[in-house]
């Protein structure tokens, strides 16, 4: 699964790359983790929300807990209640310039950041709500891994080609699942020996 991110491309790139507008008062910086602010892409507007929908907890005795972010959303659960009416009603953009995974054995895992080789941005299909927790909160699609990226991890976010971004904003929700296919492209694979739980 995808827990960590780059966008190292500004708001103002943003706006003039996706020709959308800027909604003032956000901000995000260049690496994203589940839970921290990220830039998002509608249909006409670029603001920043929440990576995760807030998932509510108890403790033992029933107390409350700090809601956790579910940062992912797997694409063969979209009709479960819990996803069904933001991917019905609510899909988004998520810019990227890289994602990362973890690698190796547990404890000495490092990041693997996988990227595009001939464009430095690039959109992934998200899904939004609002939430009383954090506000305006985004999940990002992921699927079965492409035969490349399989080396590296299970899982794969929806990497969507340009000529996609309208049917996944607009489309049907029958059209919109037919996109969420493994990236068919080849991606760019760099293993690092940065830790991976490096802040």
Known sequence: ???????????????????????????????????????????????????????????????????????NTRSDKLDSPFWRSSFEHRRCLIPMTAFAEAEGVKGHKTRTWLAMPDQELFACAG????????????????????????????????????????NWLTGSPEVAKLICEPYGGEMVIDRTEQPWTAH
């Open 127 to 166: 899904i939004w709500r609002d939430s009383d927790e954090w506000g305006a909160v985004y999940s990002v699609i992921v699927t079965e891994p492409s035969e490349q990226v399989r080396k590296v991890h299970d899982r794969m976010p929806v990497v969507l080609r340009q000529d996609q971004h309208e």
């Open 1 to 71: 699964m995808c827990n960590l991110y780059r966008m190292s491309k500004s708001a103002a790139e943003l706006t003039n790359l996706f020709n959308v507008e800027l909604v003032e008062g956000g901000n995000a910086g260049e690496f994203v983790y589940p839970g921290y602010p990220g830039w998002v892409v509608g249909q006409n507007h670029v603001k920043t929300m929440h990576w995760g929908f807030p998932l509510s907890l108890k403790g033992k005795s029933g107390q409350p807990l700090k809601p956790k972010p579910v940062n």
